[in-house]
Every structure is written in C-alpha cells, then in structure tokens.
C-alpha cells in the first residue's frame, strides 16, 4: 500500500518566492494534519483537518502560510512570501478519525526546505 | 492543557546496553499514549502506544507502561541494536469527544545513538 506521499522532497529557494508543498494522504483517512520540525522548536502542528474542513489553524506562524485540502485526496501548505526562518522540515500525516482518540497517525517522508 | 515532557538527549548507548528514555505528560482528560520513532531522512513512525491506565504497550522489543499514578510512559528496551539508532518521540492525544479528538501533543525527541 502507498503511504503518505508528499512532494518535492527538497525544495530550495529564495527569500520573496511563493512555495508550495504538497500532500496525498493514505486512501480512506479523513484527518490530515501539517507539522513543521526544526532543531531550535522540535516538531510543531501547523494546521488540521477532518473531512477536509480545517478545524485547528492555530499553529500557522502567520498570515504568510496557507493551507488547503480541496478533496480527500489531495492536500497543500503554501508559504507567500518566502523567509529564511521558514527553513525546516514539512511533515504531512493522516489517520482514519476514529471514536477514542486512539488512531495512529502516518506520517509521510517530508519535505526539507530551504530559503535562501 | 495538555503537554509531553521526555528526557533530553542525546543518549549514546553500546550495542546490547539497557534502554530507558523517560516521558512524562500532563493531560485534561484520560489521553492515550504513544512512542514514535524517526530514522535519519525519514518521517515518524508509530512504535507503540497504550490506550488506559496501567496498559503496556509493546513492539521489537521496545516496552512503555501507562503509569496514571506518576503520569509517566517511559519507554525501555532490554538490549539495544545499532539498528535502534533514531530520534524517539512520545505523544499523547486527546480522548473524550471534539473536534480536536487525536490530535497528537509531541515531546522534543530524544536522539538515541548505539556504537556497535
């Protein structure tokens, strides 16, 4: 089975440039979640949605990040303009929602970026 | 709120050493637990989780006990591999029901280092 599957798996460019990662989650998952790591802040939730509502955008660093799931199989987190802080690893992850809080996350192999 | 507390690393063992990486977690309600694994280039991966209080959780070989008591899910393994060699990462999630149901709250990570 395919996992998550996320793309480009490197992205470099310069600061002022629009960038756009993208996010297929696993067939059948109705949650998909964006995490941002970095060395000096760990691993951080940026956005979250259930049935491609977003529910939690409260960890968006600012007005330069958006993030859309247009249907269940597709999913993107833009960053207009682009800075050199934005540097970091993107990891998108999906589940199957299901009644106890228990389900297990996937996690796709990231894309690392960096803003030159 | 809820948070995730583990033990800085980096942790550098010898092959066959004992294992133990400690986590502890504050919560609003009775979440369930999780240990997840990264390896280098990679994304997270689920090792183990446990769902209630007193709940061992198990996988290659890797134990974590649900301590409601001393709020604790220490992760340990009898005989570490240099195979073992990632970045470890506890988490807890909400139980109960809302929106926010799964969403993963994530400890820093400890980097765990075997020689051979």
Redesign the interface.
């Known amino acids: 089975d395919a996992g998550?599957i996320q793309s480009p798996r490197h992205e470099v460019t310069e600061m002022g440039q629009e960038v756009t990662l993208r996010c297929k989650p696993i067939s059948g998952h109705n949650?998909l979640?964006w995490y941002r790591q970095t060395m000096m802040r760990?691993?951080e939730?940026l956005i979250?949605f259930?049935n491609n509502v977003p529910?939690?955008d409260s960890g968006m660093p600012e007005d330069r990040f958006s993030a859309k799931m247009p249907n269940a199989s597709f999913s993107t987190l833009k960053i207009q303009p682009s800075e050199p802080r934005d540097s970091a690893v993107y990891?998108c992850?999906s589940?199957i929602?299901?009644?106890?809080?228990?389900?297990?996350?996937?996690?796709?192999?990231?894309t690392r970026l960096t803003v030159l | 709120g809820n948070s995730v507390t583990q033990m800085e690393g980096p942790v550098t063992l010898s092959e066959e050493a004992f294992l133990t990486i400690n986590c502890t977690y504050t919560a609003t309600g009775y979440?369930?637990l999780?240990w997840?694994v990264q390896y280098p280039?990679?994304?997270?991966?689920?090792l183990l989780?446990a769902?209630k209080a007193d709940d061992k959780g198990s996988n290659k070989g890797f134990e974590a006990t649900y301590r409601k008591e001393t709020t604790s899910f220490h992760l340990e393994k009898g005989s570490v591999q240099v195979s073992d060699s990632a970045v470890y990462?506890c988490a807890l999630?909400?139980?109960?029901r809302g929106?926010?149901?799964?969403?993963?709250y994530?400890?820093?990570?400890t980097q765990l280092t075997v020689w051979p």
């Open positions: 998550v949650s979640f760990g691993l939730l979250y259930n529910i939690d990891f992850a589940r929602r299901g009644q106890t809080g228990a389900d297990t996350q996937y996690f796709g192999p990231g | 979440p369930s999780f997840y280039g990679e994304g997270l991966q689920l989780k769902t990462f999630s909400e139980s109960g929106s926010t149901l799964g969403r993963l994530f400890g820093r990570g």
